[in-house]
């Protein structure tokens, strides 16, 4: 009988180990993942500040991303126009970088929306293929780490 399983991403490094390829993170989508957080937060945000409410985020499913790749993807976006950053300098205490999200952002992140649309129907036509390669009936859709299903989040 196919076991059933229960969650999206690993959740020990055992079931890492398992099956290296499923990775932690899908990095490719830590970039609208920060255009999301600077969007809604609407104002300018502290690159701390953006690692800790990442960890909250769907993507990163309650663990805390690589702050280092955070930074970097940051400083590319910054390159590519998507965000602007200052230093802010208080009189007590140390310098901390502020990211803001620009208009090429907003729109750069408007298209993120429809390219995950079109992720999320390619991911399932790869699920029934591999399903159909190992025989098996494609199985149920498992709850993600983050604690709720595709078809829960169409709703």
């Avoid at 309650?62 to 998507?82: F, N, Q, S, V």
Wanted: aromatic share 6%; net charge neutral; charged share 25%.
């Amino acid at each position: 009988m196919e076991q059933m399983l229960s969650v999206c991403n690993p959740r020990t490094e055992e079931e890492l180990v398992e099956c290296a390829a499923l990775g932690k993170s899908l990095s490719r989508l830590s970039q609208p993942t920060i255009l999301t957080l600077l969007a809604a937060n609407n104002k300018p945000m502290h690159g701390y500040i953006i690692v800790q409410q990442a960890a909250k985020s769907p993507m990163f499913g309650g663990k805390k991303p690589d702050a280092t790749g955070i930074y970097r993807a940051l400083k590319r976006m910054e390159h590519a126009g998507l965000v602007t950053s200052r230093w802010e300098t208080p009189e007590e205490g140390s310098a901390k970088r502020l990211f803001e999200l620009t208009d090429k952002g907003r729109a750069c992140l408007r298209r993120w929306i429809d390219a995950l649309a079109c992720y999320k129907l390619t991911i399932e036509e790869l699920r029934v293929s591999a399903s159909t390669a190992l025989g098996i009936d494609v199985p149920p859709t498992p709850y993600c780490a983050h604690g709720i299903s595709i078809e829960d989040s169409e709703e």
